[in-house]
């Protein structure tokens, strides 16, 4: 009974030594090498893959083995992107009864530039999309992971999930355009693609917005999301760009503002915008425009600038119908006058 006893603790020890290896440092193997690479060219047959040994680390509270390979890199004809790592999970009995197969792999980039990540998707499909948004994107970086499951027969499933971030990108939309500093997180799942935490300058007015999410149906795609920008004085440029469009008579000499909206719109085939609505609350600081009106006679003593301050607005626009409903200071004279008004067309 002793000896069986110590052979027993023996075992045990064993045992533990062994799950408590497998648990910290793993195994490495090339045997699912080529189960991996067969997924991969789901995505396209001519992708390429170039796989290391994979660790293969114990995890035995779930009675699963986790497969991770570091250092990878996908190929297709001469273009190449670097890849941080590749994981699966893999059922301790079917690997017992030799049944294993991958059902599942999470794909983790390395910070990519973006440039030479949509050059790398034009080798796959040259589409003028992508050739567009090559020539448009100055610099910036992207991180991402994906999630993918695969049914019996080893086709992707439409579960598949895209999570990432873009850091520091610039684009240039042509002369007037510019996006500077663009930063967010993303998800991307089946017909659904959101945008969190997204912050971006735009002609060096800051903006920001927590959410931006676009649904796709039947190839149309509806958009939704918040945008606001802190207290910001526009520049000529931006005043031109802007406002003059819109309000063409209307000369401005300084305007400073706060603005938060939320807005949705559709897009149809054939690059078509409809269904926009805006609901706008715009707090403006200072507004200053040249006094052209011939009120002397009645204000004697007005100023050479009409300046209006402080001037809360709520601004509203759906199906052809615009509003805007506001009030706060006037300074005409020498004393600031309190001023309401309601705008409709």
Request: avoid cysteine; charged fraction near 30%; aromatic fraction near 12%.
């Amino acid at each position: 009974m002793k000896i069986f006893f110590k052979i027993f603790l023996a075992l045990i020890l064993i045992i533990l030594i062994a799950i408590s290896y497998l648990s910290i440092y793993g195994i490495e193997t090339d045997k699912f090498n080529s189960q991996i690479t067969e997924k991969i060219k789901k995505f396209d047959k001519n992708l390429e893959i170039e796989l290391k040994e994979i660790k293969l680390i114990l995890d035995p509270f779930k009675f699963k083995l986790q497969a991770k390979t570091i250092g990878t890199n996908l190929k297709n004809q001469s273009k190449k992107i670097e890849i941080e790592n590749i994981k699966t999970q893999l059922s301790l009995k079917s690997l017992i009864e030799g049944k294993f197969s991958i059902e599942s792999l999470e794909i983790s980039s390395k910070s990519l530039e973006l440039k030479n990540l949509i050059s790398f998707l034009r080798s796959f499909q040259n589409i003028p999309e992508l050739f567009l948004l090559e020539k448009t994107i100055k610099k910036g970086y992207l991180i991402s992971k994906i999630k993918l499951d695969f049914d019996s027969n080893g086709n992707i499933k439409n579960n598949y999930e895209i999570n990432g971030l873009i850091k520091d990108a610039e684009l240039n939309v042509l002369k007037k355009y510019n996006f500077k500093k663009i930063n967010l997180i993303f998800n991307y799942k089946k017909n659904n693609f959101l945008v969190k935490d997204l912050n971006f300058k735009f002609n060096n007015i800051e903006f920001v917005s927590d959410k931006v999410l676009i649904k796709e149906k039947n190839d149309n795609f509806s958009v939704s999301g918040t945008l606001a920008h802190k207290k910001s004085e526009l520049d000529k440029r931006n005043i031109n760009l802007l406002i003059k469009p819109f309000f063409p008579n209307f000369e401005i000499e300084k305007i400073l503002l706060t603005s938060d909206n939320d807005y949705s719109f559709e897009v149809k085939k054939g690059f078509k915008f409809t269904n926009f609505k805006i609901n706008s609350d715009i707090l403006i600081h200072q507004l200053s425009v040249p006094n052209n009106l011939k009120l002397k006679k009645f204000f004697p003593k007005q100023k050479k600038t009409i300046s209006f301050l402080n001037q809360k607005l709520k601004l509203q626009y759906e199906k052809n119908n615009f509003s805007i409903q506001g009030n706060g200071n006037l300074l005409y004279q020498n004393k600031n006058d309190d001023i309401e008004y309601f705008f409709k067309k």
